[in-house]
């Protein structure tokens, strides 16, 4: 099955672009099955869901998010990618990736602080 | 905007079954919205137990099984245990977007 581990800074400053890395095993990012999905928790609050990439480069963002968020894949490190720009306080959150069929990584919590 | 509607929070007693939903205000929802059903603990990652409306995960306890009901996502959990006492979130896709529904708290009491 499907293993999914986030990586990425846990700080990052207001203005700046946070960016985050989940790394794929089990399957390949090339893999027609999947579509790998970025979704973040802000503390004590519900589930948002960011975007989506499929490998062939389709995307799907939240609206709410999409002037800012830019999705990924990188086919030679099996990973696929979160960029989010002008980040604020508000971006505070766990970010988790995830894929169809509802495989999740364990989380990277995110701290956007000056 | 769309909106995915839980309810906010429900009660099953130990052995008793429960129903949670998940509704959109685009109108009824159908297997082309692809729900999901999440599972949440505190200090825990989500674990998704259902995905595309009925369809269980080999970790899925069998307890647990989703449908469609009256035009909205359901899942049902028939003989409650203690350990499922939980944040549940459903998504559905919409305009080709994800969307979450707010979640439901499900006391086992």
């Given amino acids: 099955q499907v293993q999914l581990q986030e990586s990425g800074p846990g700080l990052v400053k207001p203005l700046e672009t946070l960016s985050l890395t989940c790394t794929v095993s089990g399957d390949s990012v090339t893999s027609g099955s999947y579509y790998w999905t970025w979704i973040r928790q802000p503390p004590g609050k519900g589930l948002e869901w960011i975007g989506h ?3 062939s480069g389709g995307t799907s963002y939240n609206p709410s998010l999409k002037s800012r968020v830019t999705i990924s894949v990188e086919t030679s490190k099996n990973q696929f990618s979160l960029k989010l720009t002008s980040v604020t306080t508000a971006d505070t959150a766990v970010y988790y990736c995830a894929t169809t069929k509802g495989y ?5 919590l995110v701290t956007v602080s000056s | 905007q769309a909106v995915v509607t839980q309810e906010p929070s429900l009660t099953v007693s130990p052995g008793g079954t429960v129903t ?3 509704g959109s205000n685009t109108g009824a929802v159908t297997s082309g919205h692809y729900p999901y059903w999440f599972q949440q603990k505190p200090g825990q990652a989500p674990r998704t137990l259902i995905y595309e409306t009925t369809n269980k995960h ?3 306890p069998a307890r647990f099984s989703g449908s469609l009901l009256g035009g909205k996502a359901a899942l049902t959990l028939s003989g409650a245990q ?17 969307v979450f529904g707010g979640g439901t708290k499900l006391t086992v009491l």
């Fill in chain 1, 104 to 108: 999740w990584g364990q989380g990277s």
């Fill in chain 2, 82 to 98: 203690p350990d499922d006492e939980a944040d549940y979130y459903c998504s559905l896709s919409l305009n080709y977007a994800g």
């Fill in chain 2, 20 to 22: 949670l939903t998940c």
């Fill in chain 1, 53 to 55: 990439i499929h490998y």
């Fill in chain 2, 58 to 60: 080999s970790w899925t």
